[in-house]
């Protein structure tokens, strides 16, 4: 595993398949390493009963349901090195059970990366976190964390339920983790139990449900669990945009989404005992973006045993834990590099390249300002409500800067790919130098070359038809009323 510095930033124009472009992700290691053996083996997949699969058809959406519920589970502890203070942490469960060598040795630093800052006996964190992983093919694993306290009376260390998956889905992962939690304090049986219950379930459409038998303990009775997916699209279903206002004034988010926009070395920090809050903060702010992707160094949560990270000279989006920058002080304070680093604990920007309210069109930061503005007020009421309405917000404005590249799509190599240079000639004129320097990303090269794909567009090939209908609506209204 490594960071590698990707596409340079004088290589503007990507003109390669997308599987072919190198990124700048935390990556897990090689496919050509060892694979392990999974000692358990991993049921088929149960059939999903009629009304939810006539629901997800009903829905578009059954593409997810072959997709097992999760890769793997697992319960990372903490065991203290001989002679020494520092805590380590380890894997000491997984289902499936894997022999031989672990697939993810890096897991345990991401479930605990706060390890050396855990003292026996102190409160357990009890909100879910979470992390992405990123493999050298460019597949995400994220993981969905959960701290409980040890059935171990002679131990005081919390240990951690990690659900390790394909899909990125708090909402989802948050329910099963209530329920592991609720049988931890039963039994390792309990939950051995009803992992088997639910490996063999598929993953849900959105908006659909699957069900699992589970063995009451109380009652010696088999009761249904129905665990319910968020009807959003995938996109919107690891993230709490709604959160994003209780942490950042309007004008802070404003500049955040400019410079994830333009591919900045981003740092967010705060401290060690408010991980969930730093890693939905970075997640969000990745997220924005859409339809363009993060495509540099992203690390919601950065142990600290990585935390040199945060000296790399290229563009990065990193979550870090504030005790643990001290350690770089020196390097960060002698960096020449630019950096934006924003302190989640004091709300303000501790470094910046200067030039953060200018990024944006004064007439687009006053759309996005002034729609937030009126919307906030009706937030925190419904996650996936908020989340939709958010969204849409920083979606529209996406929409009068990349809107247009169905008038630009060519063919190259037997494939559909956005033509730059009229693409950018034909951009509004208040857009095109914001536009321009967009296209020098590595997010704007990858959207250049899969946009003519089915896929991870689809939403925001939607939104764009649907505003274009209203478009010609609205002319039509115009010219014969």
Partial sequence: MSLSSGKGRDQPNVRSRPNSVATTQFRLPSPSQPKSNTGDKRPALKKVDRPTLARAKKLGNTDTLDIPFFDRIVIVSLKRQEDKDDLTPYVSYSFPKVTGQDPSPFLPLFCFPDSKRITEGQSVLTSTYSFVLTEVTGDKQYGYCRRVKSRD?????????????????????????????????????????????????????????????????????????????????????HVELNKLFQWFTIQQVTELFGSVLHERRILISCSHHHLAKLSSCVSSLATLIYPLKWECIYIPILPRQMIEAVTAPTPYLIGAMTEDLPAVKRELDEDTEPLL???????????????????????????????????????????????????????????????????????????????????????????????????????????????????????????????????????FRRTFS
């Fill in 341 to 475: 680093h924003f302190d989640l604990d004091t709300a303000s920007f501790l470094r910046s390249y200067g030039d953060e309210r200018s990024l944006l069109p004064p007439k687009s930061t006053s759309m996005i300002q002034n729609e937030l503005q009126s919307l906030i007020p009706c937030l925190h009421q419904d996650m996936q409500a908020d989340n939709t309405a958010i969204s849409r917000i920083f979606l529209t404005f996406m929409y009068k800067l990349l809107g247009h590249y169905k008038d630009h799509l060519i063919d190259f190599q037997g494939a559909r790919e956005l033509d730059t240079e009229p693409y950018l000639r034909a951009t509004r004129r208040y857009l095109r130098p914001l536009a321009e320097r967009i296209s020098e990303t590595q997010s704007f090269g990858i959207f250049s070359v899969s946009i003519g794909e089915a896929g991870d567009y689809d939403q925001f090939k939607n939104f764009t038809e649907e505003k274009l209908a209203n478009r010609t609506q609205s002319v």
């Fill in 153 to 237: 009376k002679k131990s005081a260390l919390p240990q951690v339920y990690c659900v390790v998956s394909k899909l990125g889905s708090l909402e989802l992962y948050n329910v099963l983790l209530d329920k592991l939690a609720e049988l931890h304090a039963v039994s390792e049986a309990a939950v051995h139990g009803f992992l088997s219950a639910t490996i063999s379930l598929p993953i849900p459409a959105p908006g659909c449900r699957v069900r699992a038998k589970q063995l009451n303990h109380k009652t010696g009775r088999l009761e249904d669990v129905e665990i319910e997916r968020p009807l959003d699209g995938a996109r919107l279903e």
